[in-house]
């Protein structure tokens, strides 16, 4: 009985070797058949909230590194002085509309003269009261136009959050004066993450968009994300012929028997992501792509 449970055992013990071994195989020919770089990092958009006009904050709706909606209020500046401009536009658009009515009722006066009698109103006369009331017509325009702008204006004190994601950067409070067209706050779409693997330009020749990739982030190991290829990169910032002295080029020395290949961005394109898994801008990844070649 023991000869047999020590067989047994030695058994068991192959078999968990052969499938250690197994599984390690299938991984280095996967390395070995498949284009792979530790050279990745999760990208996203981010956007650069800034106000459309200026004044100081009265009110600031988020805290740094909170999830918003899209419409979620993230701060508002003080919309006194706006709502006084809106006011006054109001007021001057009431007056031109009262002035082009007064212009319209001595043009048809006068028009109703000279139809009578010709004579009693000079063609001059005729033309001037209708250049005014045309002329006034043009101011009722211009002040439609500038209480349209005066709203909007007012409309820009409250900034929303343009799509749903996190806020970051907040290094404002209540009382900070808001620059208009000055990003005043960051916010990471949280819809939008890829993946940029930058591979050997030596690889990029291996594989083409829709291939599968396999994505590892350094955060979660355990928790491979699946993608597919979308695009490459056409160009990379060269590293010399900057003009340098007397405006010539500046060109490195290059050592023939050290070549380091240039690496291209790959844009990897994620699917679903796992359960548990939150993707964050700049986390470190590797990338493999399941290329057939």
Do not use: C
Not at 149 to 156: I, P, R, S
Not at 241 to 254: C, D, M, Q, R, T
């Amino acid at each position: 009985m023991k000869f047999l449970k020590k067989l047994s055992l030695s058994t068991i013990n192959l078999a968990l070797i052969a499938a250690v071994a197994w599984y390690a195989y299938q991984a280095f020919q996967d390395y070995i058949h498949n284009p792979w770089t530790r050279d990745g990092q999760v990208r996203g958009q981010v956007i650069q909230v800034a106000p459309r006009i200026s004044g100081p904050v009265i009110h600031v709706g988020v805290i740094d590194n909170q999830y918003v909606k899209q419409g979620d209020l993230l701060f508002e500046i003080d919309p006194k002085p706006f709502e006084v401009a809106v006011a006054q536009a109001e007021a001057n658009l009431k007056r031109a509309r009262i002035n082009a009515k007064s212009l319209k009722i001595e043009w048809d006066r006068v028009r109703e003269i000279y139809e009578k009698d010709a004579g009693a109103v000079s063609q001059k006369d005729l033309n001037r009261r209708e250049t005014n009331y045309l002329s006034s017509l043009s101011q009722i325009d211009v002040a439609e136009e500038t209480l349209r702008n005066a709203q909007l204006n007012l409309g820009y004190t409250k900034v929303y959050a343009a799509v749903g994601g996190y806020v970051s950067n907040i290094n404002f409070q209540i009382g900070t004066q808001a620059v208009a067209n000055q990003p005043i706050l960051a916010l990471v779409d949280s819809r939008s993450f890829w993946v940029f693997g930058y591979f050997r330009e030596s690889q990029i020749g291996r594989f083409r968009i829709g291939d599968p990739a396999r994505v590892t982030l350094m955060a979660y190991p355990d928790s491979p994300l699946q993608g597919t290829v979308e695009s490459l990169g056409w160009g990379i910032a060269p590293s010399d012929g900057n003009p340098g002295a007397y405006l010539l080029p500046s060109i490195k020395p290059v050592f023939q028997w050290i070549r380091l290949a240039q690496r291209i961005p790959v844009r990897i394109k994620l699917e679903e992501i796992p359960e548990g898994v939150e993707l964050r801008f700049g986390l470190t990844a590797s990338v493999m792509v399941m290329s057939d070649s």
